[in-house]
């Protein structure tokens, strides 16, 4: 039927696989990637005590080059983006200037350590899935991904003679 009403469309769209141009727009759940690849690079570049003494303008340009980057590679040009989009990136660098440095504060404060990002749970993650039994005796497996694991060891006590080590497992919000 769409070859009879046009030939040279229907060579378009099925033989060509020609699509209409998308305009380089920004979505939520793209802000939200974006974040955690952001958050992800700089725990692993910077330690804590480092982002505690970074400065705002140094902490703001570690993003800004890492959202440039991302930019580069997904959009092409940055430089087109609408105002409105232009707009999110700003508040994400804020709202990641923010966390960076609570983060660090918190973590430079405490025993825990981050010991992984964006870690995988499951058959073939890095962790095994969690699962859990329901009362009528139905296996659930838990998977999904992590966004950060931070673990801290502590020292023996009289209930653990070998010691302990806790996790903390942490889900960033950026909404």
Known sequence: EGFYRCPFQYFCRYTLQVEPRKKAEFSFLESGSLAHEVLEELMQAFSP???????????????????????????????????????????????LVRLLRRLGEELSQSRLVPAGVEVEVGERGQAAPYRVESPGGVQVAVEGRIDRVDLMDLPPSPQHPQGQRMARVVDYKTG
């Open 49 to 95: 005590q480092e982002l505690c003494t970074l400065s705002q303008e140094e902490l703001r340009r570690e993003i800004i080059a890492r959202i440039d980057r991302f930019l580069e590679e997904r959009v092409g040009e940055k430089d087109g983006l609408p105002p409105r989009t232009r707009y999110q990136f700003l508040r994400l660098v804020n709202v």
